[in-house]
């Protein structure tokens, strides 16, 4: 597996200061609207929690406290629930309709400021996009159907200019559900065009050309054979490459002592590199366990073919099955082909199932199913150190190396921690305990120590032309966020596209990896989110508050303090609801993200 590029403690604090710095801007214009315009403010913290340090100026108490997630500010009566009271000159229900609902936009304005400073210092910084290259179509895609190809780059959409993979996705967003539009391609130097019909973002499907060298870690297999920064890698072992997984399937699954990389150098230069992967002793044995359907992933072929847990595989297209990687196998080599599936039913009965599993990145058939983690071997592979050891399908796996078992992830787990080349078994079998001993063969580790990136282009402006830049980016957020929530509305779009907390924070983490300037065109894009998020006319929000304030402006009273109260309760209930659902949007993602 290539290496995470999730492991920079300091990104970890960029994205804190920086998520931080939106919410505490937000409050700072607040306060400084409620200062102009006479209310008092009994307390304004940098950050929430416990009280760290705090001094007192004026009649305000300025707080520094524990967590730096933003800030807060407390107005002198903001908060009345007796519908007798009386405010004071100073409070801030005393002021006019027109004046609190400046104190409450300033928020939202002072974040769309900050939003064109990031975007105006992110061009004048420089900041890279990923280029309009291709590296793989997804099967069923508008780009699919249209006969767009893994190597074309994307040059124009009807009359717009692309110059990254961004600009494409944008435009497809942008267009009506249905409408045609003209594709301008370089294939094989030779423009041409092709019709896309657009079908929104649950149709894209083009996947970036990733397979430059980002960086080769120390004293890895990589950095020893010669592999370079900004090397592109062409080929491995005589296979062409164009997308990660293509990389980590051909590291991962390698059979041979060495790889032959064939790259190409920064300077235009192609060379021949022979890698050899690091050996460890190893002891693949967690998939042989008898093919029992685990958790079924929402939405896949196996959940849309009928599958249930606890199903058994017992043959595909009419090849017994004994174990998960044999049937893991046969599903992998049948990729958008139709297969007929011969199913023990957890009533013992059977039933024929036919399904077309679908292609993953790399191209190979997944059907959407986990398997059943068990301690029983369901086959044992006549050439194995498994079956020279003596072990037979049908067998239990007690103890590895003395240790107790319950599946064989964990006897996996143990033989690949192992110093000694030989573990120990006890086995269960029929009515009698067996004890076994397995000598472990060295293999590919699966990892060389290589960081993997897109191919990128890079806009750095000088300071004229990088404020255009960033005013015009700043706005093209805007409506674009604001054509996304009408295609919601219209069912044009998939609410399984929005991100929450878990999203935001994967995507920081990227970013702030990437440099400076990519994190401050997130945050750009994150202050106009919040923007229009605390707009909505949900009572708790910004907008909530607007609406009552506009209503007591028309009808002359405030509204019934009871109303406001229950709506407050609905609009948490709301909010509380979207948080819930995009955080599962977010970890439907991580785990089974190749299936959206």
Not at 159 to 172: F, P
Not at 400 to 419: G, R
Not at 492 to 514: F, T
Request: hydrophobic share 45%; proline share 4%.
């Amino acid at each position: 597996m290539l290496h995470s590029i999730f492991s920079s403690a300091g990104s970890v604090v960029t994205i804190v200061v920086g998520i931080g710095f939106l919410i505490f801007v937000h409050e700072l214009g607040h306060f400084i609207m409620a200062k102009k315009s006479k209310v008092r403010v009994e307390a304004f913290s940098l950050g929430f929690g416990p009280t760290l340090f705090s001094f007192t100026r004026g009649e305000t108490e300025y707080r520094l406290s524990a967590f730096p997630l933003g800030g807060y500010v407390k107005m002198a009566g903001e908060n009345v629930s007796d519908e007798d009271y009386k405010p004071k000159e100073y409070e801030f229900l005393a002021k006019t309709p027109f004046t609190r609902i400046k104190i409450i936009l300033a928020g939202v304005s002072m974040n769309f400021i900050f939003a064109f400073i990031f975007c105006i210092l992110a061009y004048f910084i420089g900041i890279n996009f990923i280029a309009p290259q291709v590296g793989m179509i997804r099967t069923g895609s508008a780009e699919a159907e249209a006969g767009i190809k893994p190597n074309d780059i994307i040059t124009h959409f009807d009359a717009q200019k692309i110059e990254s993979l961004d600009d494409y996705n944008r435009a497809i967003i942008r267009a009506e559900l249905g409408t045609s539009h003209t594709i301008g391609l370089l294939r094989d130097n030779k423009e041409i065009t092709a019709t896309v019909i657009a079908q929104g973002t649950k149709k894209l499907g083009v996947v970036s050309k990733t397979n430059i060298i980002a960086d080769t870690l120390k004293n890895s297999a990589a950095m020893q054979a010669g592999l370079k920064a900004n090397d592109e890698i062409i080929e491995i072992n005589d296979t062409p490459i164009l997308i990660t997984p293509q990389i980590e399937e051909k590291i991962k699954y390698n059979t041979k002592e060495n790889l032959l990389f064939k790259v190409k150098h920064s300077d235009g230069s192609i060379e021949a590199i022979t890698v050899t992967p690091p050996s460890v002793y190893k002891l693949d044995i967690a998939w042989w366990v008898p093919p029992v359907i685990g958790k079924i992933v929402a939405n896949s072929p196996a959940e849309k073919a009928g599958l249930k847990n606890g199903d058994i595989i017992m043959e595909i297209n009419h090849v017994a099955v004994s174990s998960w990687n044999k049937m893991h196998e046969l599903i992998r080599a049948n990729g958008n082909k139709p297969i007929n599936l011969l199913i023990k039913l957890s009533n013992t009965e059977t039933k024929s199932v036919e399904i077309t599993p679908m292609p993953d990145d790399s191209g190979k058939g997944i059907i959407g199913v986990n398997y059943n983690p068990s301690n029983i071997i369901g086959e044992v592979p006549s050439d194995s150190v498994l079956a020279l050891a003596g072990l037979k399908p049908g067998d239990v796996i007690i103890q590895a190396d003395d240790k107790n078992v319950k599946d064989l992830n964990e006897v996996e787990e143990i033989a690949n921690n192992n110093q000694k080349g030989i573990i120990k078994l006890l086995i269960k079998r029929n009515d009698e305990t067996v004890n076994l001993q397995v000598a472990l063969k060295t293999a590919n580790q699966g990892d060389i120590g290589i960081i993997i990136k897109s191919h990128t282009i890079r806009q750095k402006y000088p300071m004229g032309r990088a404020i255009v830049a960033g005013i015009t980016e700043t706005w093209d957020f805007l409506g674009l966020t604001f054509q996304f929530i009408w295609k919601l509305v219209k069912h044009d779009e998939s609410p399984k596209g929005l991100a929450g907390p878990v999203g935001i924070i994967q995507a920081s983490y990227l970013m702030a990896q990437e440099g400076i300037s990519k994190f401050l065109w997130l945050l750009a894009l994150f202050s106009v989110n919040l923007v229009i998020i605390n707009l909505l006319p949900i009572p708790i929000m910004d907008g909530g508050l607007i609406l009552f304030t506009l209503i007591e402006r028309i009808k002359g009273s405030p509204v019934n303090i009871k109303i406001q109260i229950v709506s407050q309760y609905i609009g948490l209930f709301l909010i509380l609801s979207l948080v819930l659902f995009v955080t599962y949007n977010d970890i439907h993602r991580l785990i089974f993200g190749l299936y959206d």
